[in-house]
């Protein structure tokens, strides 16, 4: 698979980018923005989409019964050289399901998610999975 994302500046306080008709307003302004993500913010919403899109993909296999997810995430930047050093997150399943199928659920996120698994190649990242 291929992806291609195409940005462009709007002005000195924000840009734009694009993907198969979709659009996200991007925060570049040094100062930022409130009505844009910066750019880890964005990285993070991408592992959290991963995460969220990863329950998509495994309950019908495992007949994981639930009633939302809700996926938060930190992550600590060191400024030189500037980069992240460590991601943390927090899934909360709501769910009936027994703790051990719970953990299954975790695992599986974590053993098919592309941003997830591109991400912890680079940055340590620990976490949880709980019920909400």
């Not at 990863?54 to 050289?81: I, N, Y």
């Amino acid at each position: 698979m291929q992806y291609e994302v195409k940005a462009r500046r709007l002005d000195e306080t924000g840009s734009q980018a694009f993907s198969h008709g979709a659009e996200v307003r991007l925060g570049t302004d040094m100062a930022g923005r409130k009505d844009a993500m910066n750019p880890v913010e964005l990285l993070l919403s991408a592992l959290a989409a991963c995460m969220i899109k990863g329950v998509e993909r495994v309950t019908p296999m495992l007949k994981f019964q639930h009633d939302g997810v809700e996926v938060t995430l930190q992550a600590d930047r060191q400024d030189s050289p500037p980069k992240l050093i460590a991601i943390r997150y927090d899934i909360a399943v709501t769910t009936t399901e027994p703790e051990a199928r719970l953990d299954l659920l975790h695992r599986n996120i974590l053993k098919y998610g592309t941003i997830s698994n591109t991400l912890a190649g680079a940055v340590p990242m620990t976490g949880t999975i709980r019920r909400a």
